[in-house]
């Protein structure tokens, strides 16, 4: 699929998704650590304990 391009295209997009939605993603492959970070705290501690058991569901 290719990317859309608009006119003044930001560099970043702030937004919100759902964390079974996001598991999903980074189970599926389709979304990768790396390819964003987290706004807050209570944030990251649900991403970290997600990314945990991901890889205990892996070994």
């Keep these: 699929m290719k ?5 003044s ?7 919100a998704i759902a ?10 492959g389709k979304l990768n650590l790396a390819d964003f970070h987290c706004l807050d ?4 501690k649900s ?3 997600m990314l945990r ?5 892996v070994l």
């Design 41 to 44: 705290p209570k944030s990251k």
């Design 9 to 15: 295209q930001p560099t970043t997009i702030n937004l």
């Design 3 to 7: 990317p859309l391009l608009f006119e």
């Design 19 to 28: 964390s079974e939605k996001l598991q999903s993603l980074m189970q599926e």
């Design 53 to 57: 058991s991901l890889a205990a569901s």
């Design 47 to 49: 991403v970290w304990g």
